[in-house]
């Protein structure tokens, strides 16, 4: 999604869902993921 709205020049939020400990439903932490997109969709 975030690569398809920069492409158009459109804004994107992205938003995680967590659990009770802070981590992704995967088990990734927070942080790691945003990193990831961030890394991902040069920033």
């Known amino acids: 999604m975030v690569l ?3 492409r158009f020049g ?3 939020v992205i938003a995680f869902t967590v659990e009770t400990d802070g981590r992704l439903p995967t088990g990734e932490a927070l942080g790691d993921a945003i990193a990831e997109v961030d890394a991902a ?3």
């Open 41 to 43: 969709t040069d920033g």
């Open 4 to 6: 398809a709205a920069r």
């Open 10 to 12: 459109l804004p994107a």
